[in-house]
């Protein structure tokens, strides 16, 4: 009796789990976890919705492992041997050289077929690369190497090679070889080696004779005038002007004159730009010449490109050039102390503080605030390394503690042009710039300064500006595309590549 009390608690503990099981599992089978907060807002499982959205999107932030820029390491530079070797292995455009794939001549241990006819001679095209040379070309062509070399030392003899473009299409007529194993000869050559010239080379009696062939060029400015009507650049572009040109004449005009509102619809155009044209019909047109605006029957803008102390900007005919406003910065550091009294850093009294520093790590550069010639250049007690530049009506700068200096005395110098480095010599307590401003040999507030400087043309220079001027407008519009009187040919007269080709083949292959 003692041992079936336990036997009958057990079975019923298996028989009737308890009450709250059966509740939890039932409240988990009902539990909504994405409900929809679009229902029954402001309940209970509206609120519990809403704060489980954003548990989950506080958990995807504060998880987030943000986006940073992948490092790509640079491609490394390959030499002369290098590059070849890569050269061989790409698909290059034929435009551009090219010459995929290993190219190797046949050799003895090549079994020749006995069946197999050889042509006589081939015609080929080869087309000079960017990068290439005139011999390498040939070479790639199937012609030998020694040969090659003889073929461009007498092609420069008539034009220098680097004067040829790349692009430029060579013509070849290679010959019966007297062996298999060797490469073929060129019997005749042809090719436009510059705008103006073209050369021609036939073999006669063994030698290859060239011929050179000069091609009249017509030099005469293009000269394109017209009514602004509504749009000039419309205008200009329906006349045949390029639209880079177009372009140069709006960037020139606007220095000068508002485009968008100072010229009017009746006003004219006229630009004048460089142009070349062969008797063969091809024609280049290069930079902007001229730029004018005619207003009423009488120039209102004349602007002419001319070179000053070798560097070139736009002057209107007046001879006044174009107009270059504001002080440039001496260096791109922060101002660290400015104009007026303070106490020195290293002597310990206050005393004036004749201009402002900037500071700077040691060797940044220093700039010319503006155009002017260098009055001094070398050590200079408590400034160290020390610059001064004359700006002309008794303005001057100066700049001290320089690292080094990079002009020398005497020299002409440009605005924004580097004159030295950033250091600490002198009396400095670390690397920083010393800049003054002078008026008439004494120190002023370099902050209560603005540099203007507009060149002037004077005595010669200015005469043959205006003759210049004179020149250009005296074309008329459309002369440029006047007919071309063709050159003589200089050397013996050479049969046409096909007629070499004919006659070499013996009328067919």
């Known amino acids: 009796m003692s041992q079936a009390v336990p036997l009958l608690r057990h079975s019923a503990d298996n028989a009737a789990p308890p009450a709250w099981r059966d509740a939890l599992r039932d409240r988990i089978a009902h539990l909504d976890l994405v409900p929809d907060l679009g229902n029954n807002i402001g309940s209970t499982e509206w609120w519990r919705g809403l704060a489980t959205l954003t548990l989950l999107c506080g958990s995807a932030i504060a998880t987030f492992p943000g986006v940073a820029p992948l490092a790509a390491p640079g491609t490394a530079a390959l030499d002369a041997a290098d590059f070849n070797e890569a050269r061989a292995q790409m698909i290059v455009p034929l435009a551009l050289g090219g010459d995929t794939g290993r190219h190797m001549a046949a050799t003895d241990a090549v079994r020749p077929l006995t069946q197999t006819p050889e042509r006589p001679q081939i015609e080929l095209t080869a087309t000079l690369g960017r990068g290439d040379s005139f011999a390498r070309l ?14 461009a030392s007498q092609v420069s003899g008539a034009v220098p090679l680097a004067d040829i473009a790349p692009g430029t299409r060579i013509d070849l007529v290679l010959g019966r070889r007297a ?41 005469t400015p293009l000269r394109i005038r017209g009514r602004v009507g509504d749009s000039l650049y419309r205008s200009a ?34 630009i004048i730009v460089d142009y070349r044209r062969a008797e063969t019909g091809e024609s280049e047109t290069g930079k902007l010449l001229y730029a004018g605006l005619i207003r009423d029957g009488k120039a209102k803008l004349s602007m002419l490109e001319w070179n000053v ?9 007046s001879g006044v050039g174009e107009q270059r406003g504001g002080m440039t910065r001496p260096t791109n550091g922060r101002i660290t102390s400015s104009f007026g009294m303070r106490r020195h850093p290293i002597l310990g009294y206050k005393r004036m503080h004749s201009g402002i520093d900037f500071g700077g790590g040691y060797g940044a550069p220093i700039y010319a605030v503006s155009d002017g010639v260098v009055s001094m250049a070398g050590r200079n007690g408590g400034y160290g390394n020390f610059v001064k530049l004359s700006h002309g009506d008794g303005l001057a700068t100066g700049y001290g503690h320089m690292s080094r200096i990079a002009v020398r005395s005497g020299q002409r110098v440009n605005r924004g042009q580097v004159i030295g480095y950033i250091g600490s010599t002198g009396l400095s307590t670390g690397p920083h710039l010393h800049y003054e401003l002078y008026r008439n040999g004494r120190a002023v507030n370099p902050s209560s300064v603005t540099f203007v400087t507009r060149a002037l043309l004077e005595g010669k220079a200015l005469a043959d500006f205006r003759a210049r001027i004179r020149t250009l407008t005296a074309v008329a519009p459309g002369a440029a595309l006047a007919p071309i009187a063709p050159k003589q040919a200089e050397g013996p007269k050479l049969g046409s590549l096909a007629d070499v080709a004919s006659k070499r083949a013996g009328g067919g292959i």
């Open 138 to 151: 040939l070479e790639r062509s199937g012609v030998g190497g020694s040969e090659a070399q003889a073929l």
């Open 179 to 219: 062996a298999r194993t060797m490469p073929r000869p060129v019997e005749a050559l042809a090719m436009r080696a510059r705008f103006d010239l073209r050369i021609e080379m036939e073999r006669i009696d063994g030698r290859l004779v060239m011929r050179r062939i000069p091609i009249a060029v017509d030099t």
């Open 237 to 270: 572009r329906a006349a045949g002007a390029p639209a880079e040109t177009v372009q140069a004449y709006l960037r020139v005009i606007g220095k000068q004159i508002s485009v968008g509102s100072a010229i009017r619809a009746s006003d004219e155009y006229d």
């Open 309 to 317: 102390d070798g560097q070139r900007q736009w002057f209107e005919a």
